[in-house]
Structure formats: C-alpha cells, structure tokens
C-alpha cells in the first residue's frame, strides 16, 4: 500500500493542525498494518515556495534559503519524535526532485502539450477531465486560479511560475540553482512540485493521497487533473488515488494557520501535556470533521489519558506483566472495536469504546491492543 501525504512548508514552525494530520495517519498506517498491508508513506515537504523567499526577506538575518529550510525541518523532526509518531512516515523535499522537474518541463515544451508565456508554463488540461471531488464545470469556473491574460484556457495549470512574477530578490548567489537554459529563472508550480514527486517515488500508481481539508481546491484537484493529463500524454492506464483530508483545526473561531500567526506550535503544547493527550483530543473526535480547540475537551482528552494510563499501570503492579488473551469472549470484542474503525476510521467510537471496556474491568492485554492501533503509547 503506497501513501502520499501533503506535509508542511519549511518556513514556520509546525503547529496543532499539522500534528493532527500526523497524529491521524499515524493511526491510519498501524491500522493497516494491522490488516496485513505493507503500507508505505511519503510525506511531502515543501522547501521552495513564494512564502519561503517572503519569510527569507523579512527576516533579515542572512540565513540561506537551505539554513531555513533544514532549520525548520529538524524543529519538525523533533517535534514528530516526541509526539511518537515519526516511524510511520518517509519525508521528502521538493528541492531533491528539481532536475525531474525541470527536465519535465522542458520535455512537455518540446512537445507542445505546455506552453510559456512571460516566462511562466503551463499545461494544456483537456476540457473532458473531470473532478474527482464533484466540482461541476460551472462550479470550477467560478474559482479561478493563476489568472493571467497569456493563459490559452483558464483550464491550463501553472508548471513554472517565472521569477519576475514573484520579485525573488533575496535568491542573491543561490539564483543560478533555479535556472536551466530553456526556463527563465523561476521555481516549479506548487502543485506540479506534488506531482512530479508521487511520479518519481510511485510512477504515479499508489492507493491513498492524503492531507488538509483545505488543500481539495485548488491543490488535489489540479493535482489530480496534472496526473491524469500526463497518463493521457503518456498512454498509460488511469488508476484514481483514494483521497482522505482531515477537517480544518480552528482556534478562536480561525483556521490556525501559519500565515495568520494564529498557532500553537506542537513543541509549546508537548512541553506542557503529553502526546497520549493530544493524540486522545484529535483521535476523539471525526478525522474529517473541522475541529475547534478549546480547554474544555483538552481537559477531557488529559483525564481520559490518566484514567487509560492508570489502569495499565495498575494491572502491571497486579500482575507484575501484561500476557496476550486467547479468550474467545475478548475476540470478539477486539472485533467489534474493529468494526468502529472499518466504520470511516471512527476513531471517536472507538476510544469511548476502550473507556467503556476499563471502567468493565476488560482484559488489559486486549486494551493494550486497542490503544497501540490508536498510535497511544503506554508503558
């Protein structure tokens, strides 16, 4: 089973949003695993962006654009690392696949299926493609992106986006590294960057692509539509990802989100509560719900926490060790917390269920089954 998910941009710390995607594909890939698949995740950063070059020229320290990025990528290693979540995920940075990019491009030009103009390229998407959201022609027209007076068809999707357009003047010495001679200096579309990346890790064929609610339009889709025209360039059979996105975590009635410094970082909040907790709030409620942080059902996810942790600690003192139930009656339980999970991942069910089968003093072995597929990590 081959995974790809949208990850975050190197330019800020990783917040609360970011950690409740990781937190719930985590539970995802050990359900799987659990199932008997072999999955694999790619999760995809990105270190090449508009918003990077924006933070680089505001900041005003001097640091290179690698130095930033490679920063804020260590700050996210250590964050997934005390959130126990890290071993599940495989990350890959944009700027690894450059050449693919670039050489793509040019490949697609020469070709005549894109096209240049003012030193930005664009795919010709066929008109028949459709959404694989439900978004209707009407609809799509109605939400227009990259609009630019040299587009052929507001259908076509940005692979270049040429340096003037953006005024990167704090590139300084490093320029030289986005310029092949058939492109102008420039950085590759944010959703082409996707694309070439599940082509080079996957060859285009994997089974889930996952990531925030808010990436549907316009990211998935013209990712969707760039992969779907390239399978028709290049006479290959179509095969369709299945799509799974996270609700929208908001704080104080907002979206959080780096680029409104409306945040809590996952570093600030595990140095104060525990990522059992966290991974008990997020896991509580529906993955593909929006979810409003707020005191109230962190206080529930902390007392369900210690009563979790406390019954464990208190069957260990018992009995010295936890031994794996062959009881048929704990089969079957086992099975029907299964079945919650089978129900669109109801991870919510599922944890009111593992609390139901402590305060029914269940066997421990078989909640300790339970809270492991969860990702929840007792000792």
């Known amino acids: 089973m081959k995974i790809f998910i949208c990850g975050p ?12 995607i990781f937190i719930f594909f985590n539970f995802l890939i050990n359900y799987y695993k659990y199932l008997g698949q072999c999955p694999i995740a790619v999760v995809q950063l990105t270190d090449i962006d508009p918003k990077i070059f924006a933070k680089m020229r505001t900041d005003d320290n001097n640091v290179s654009l690698d130095n ?31 050449v693919q990019m670039m050489n793509q491009i040019i490949n697609l030009l020469k070709l005549k299926k ?23 022609t009407e609809e799509l027209d109605n939400m227009p992106i990259d609009i630019s007076s040299g587009k052929l068809d507001q259908k076509d999707i940005m692979l270049w986006n040429a340096e003037n357009f953006y005024e990167l003047a704090i590139m300084g010495d490093e320029r030289s590294e986005f310029y092949f001679k058939n492109l102008v200096s420039g950085i590759p579309g944010w959703h082409y960057q996707d694309f070439q990346i599940i082509k080079s890790v996957f060859n285009n064929y994997y089974d889930i692509h996952g990531g925030a609610e808010e990436l549907v339009y316009p990211h ?33 009635s907002k979206k959080m989100s780096n680029s409104s ?25 529906i993955y593909d719900n929006d979810f409003s942080f707020h005191e109230t059902k962190l206080k529930n996810a902390i007392l369900a926490d210690n009563e979790i942790s406390s019954y464990f600690i208190s069957e260990f003192v018992k009995n010295g060790k936890i031994t794996e139930s062959v009881n048929e009656s704990d089969r079957q339980k086992f099975s029907k917390f299964l079945r919650m999970l089978n129900n669109n991942y109801d991870t919510k069910s599922a944890i009111r269920y593992i609390i139901k089968c402590i305060r029914d003093l269940e066997n421990v072995s078989n909640i300790k089954k339970m809270t492991d597929l969860l990702g929840l990590q007792y000792h």
Do not use: C
């Open 68 to 98: 930033m990025t490679s920063h804020h990528l260590n700050q996210l290693t250590k964050d997934l690392q005390k959130l126990q979540v890290i071993e599940n995920f495989t990350f890959t940075r944009v700027s690894n696949f450059q």
């Open 220 to 252: 998935h889709e013209f990712i969707f539509k760039i992969s779907r025209q390239m399978q028709r360039i290049t006479q290959e059979n179509e095969k369709k990802p299945k799509w799974i996105h996270v609700g929208i975590l908001k704080i104080k």
């Open 9 to 20: 941009t190197l330019y800020e710390k990783s917040h609360l949003g970011h950690a409740r």
């Open 114 to 136: 894109a096209y240049s103009y003012g030193g930005n390229v664009y795919l010709k998407i066929d008109s028949d493609i459709k959404s694989p959201f439900g978004f209707t």
């Open 261 to 285: 410094g409306n945040t809590i970082t996952i570093s600030d909040f595990l140095n104060k509560y525990s990522p059992n907790s966290l991974k008990l709030l997020f896991l509580g409620e």
